[in-house]
């Protein structure tokens, strides 16, 4: 747990609120409505939904909600989690995931699912630290979003699943070749699929800061969008697996195994 911060469940109308809220700052949802509406919440505690939030001392700083999904009682879906800006890096989202982790092996379930975008580096190194895989690539699964960060980008999403009562998939430590890279800032190129080993892993850049860059160069974000896509939702659509990110390099992308065996022989194009 993060030095000063606790986590906890939310109860009532009024704790739903302020929870409410926080997510429609951290979004910057100045619109009407809400990320998510404290009603909705309220029904989702009774249902034996997962709600709670991380306070430094008497302050709301961060707030998760999730849901039981399929197969019933065994797996949550973590549906939204987020800190307020001022308090991002200090380790409160993974003290949330922590604790909603403990909260489910409470229950009996043994996996939390969530989908986060691709592009966001910063959420792809915490989710590969706390063990969850990416599963499968999602296009513009919830459509247009209003939000400020996220307007006027298409809403694609890796579905992770992170296994509570298994170990992380193992990592060959065969070196990668890149198949995407960051150069100025921009998506390029790396090696070409046709004359890649199909047994080789391989690395898929992103950009540091997509939420700066959507800003101030959307063009250049939007070609990481159709870039990424192109590239990560074909791999994992083929039986490949996510086991790794880094922020030089991007996600480390590696062939399906036949199980106690070598890589599939599989093409890439």
């Known amino acids: 747990m993060v030095d000063d911060v606790t986590v906890r469940e939310l109860a009532g109308s009024r704790e739903m609120t302020a929870a409410s809220t926080l997510w429609d700052a951290i979004w910057f949802r100045a619109d009407a409505g809400h990320e998510v509406d404290p009603a909705l919440m309220v029904a989702l505690s009774?249902?034996?939904?997962?709600?709670?939030?991380?306070?430094?001392?008497?302050d709301m700083i961060g707030a998760a909600l999730g849901f039981w999904g399929v197969p019933a009682g065994g797996t949550l879906h973590s549906h939204i989690?987020?800190?307020?800006?001022?308090?991002?890096?200090?380790?409160?989202?993974?003290?949330?995931?922590?604790?909603?982790?403990?909260?489910?092996?409470?229950?009996?379930?043994?996996?939390?699912?969530?989908?986060?975008?691709p592009l966001v580096s910063r959420n792809?190194?915490?989710?590969?630290?706390?063990?969850?895989?990416?599963?499968?690539?999602l296009p513009d699964l919830y459509g247009d979003l209003d939000d400020v960060l996220n307007r006027g980008d298409a809403s694609d999403r890796l579905l992770v699943r992170w296994r509570l009562t298994e170990p992380a998939p193992p990592r060959s430590t065969v070196e990668a070749v890149e198949l995407l890279i960051d150069v100025d800032g921009a998506p390029a190129t790396g090696t070409a699929r046709a004359d890649l080993d199909p047994a080789t892993p391989v690395t898929v850049a992103v950009p540091d800061d997509i939420t700066t860059l959507r800003r101030v160069a959307p063009t250049t974000a939007s070609r990481w969008r159709t870039e990424v896509r192109d590239v990560l939702q074909p791999l994992l659509a083929d039986g490949w697996s996510i086991t790794g990110f880094d922020r030089?390099?991007?996600?480390?992308?590696?062939?399906?195994?036949p199980e106690g065996g070598s890589p599939v022989n599989r093409t890439l194009s």
């Open 124 to 137: 792809a190194y915490v989710n590969v630290r706390l063990g969850a895989r990416p599963e499968s690539y």
């Open 46 to 58: 009774h249902a034996g939904g997962y709600l709670a939030a991380a306070y430094a001392g008497e």
């Open 81 to 117: 989690t987020g800190v307020l800006p001022g308090h991002v890096g200090r380790g409160v989202g993974s003290a949330l995931k922590q604790h909603q982790r403990a909260w489910v092996l409470a229950r009996g379930g043994s996996a939390i699912t969530w989908t986060y975008d």
């Open 248 to 257: 030089g390099t991007g996600y480390r992308v590696e062939p399906p195994r």
